[in-house]
């Protein structure tokens, strides 16, 4: 019986197809359960005041959200919170890479 070697293949080669079939799989799944998890988060949003409720009629509805979403105040806390989000993540890399460059 040939080995795998006799063909040109290496274990190496086995092993990076496995691993790209499994986080193919793990992208999948991660996606199937986000989705499902989707309606209750949305909803436990909605219960806590954070979206406005469908018959509130916000100005931006969140996807899968059955009307869910966000009114004027809401939005501009929301984008507030993701420029802060931005900022701090710019902020991380940019001392990241200050901290390699003063190693090297």
Do not use: C, E, K
Not at 5 to 12: C, F, I, K, L, M
Request: hydrophobic share 60%; net charge positive; glycine share 12%.
């Amino acid at each position: 019986m040939p080995s795998a070697a006799s063909y040109g293949r290496t274990s190496n080669d086995d092993d990076l197809f496995l691993m790209t079939m499994l986080g193919i799989a793990g992208l999948g799944s991660a996606a199937a359960v986000a989705a499902f998890l989707w309606h209750q988060v949305v909803g436990w949003l909605v219960a806590h005041g954070v979206l406005l409720p469908a018959a509130a009629h916000p100005l931006f509805a969140v996807p899968g959200g059955s009307g869910a979403g966000l009114d004027g105040a809401r939005s501009a806390i929301a984008g507030a919170v993701l420029l802060l989000l931005v900022a701090l993540v710019v902020g991380w890399i940019r001392a990241l890479v200050r901290m390699r460059r003063l190693l090297a």
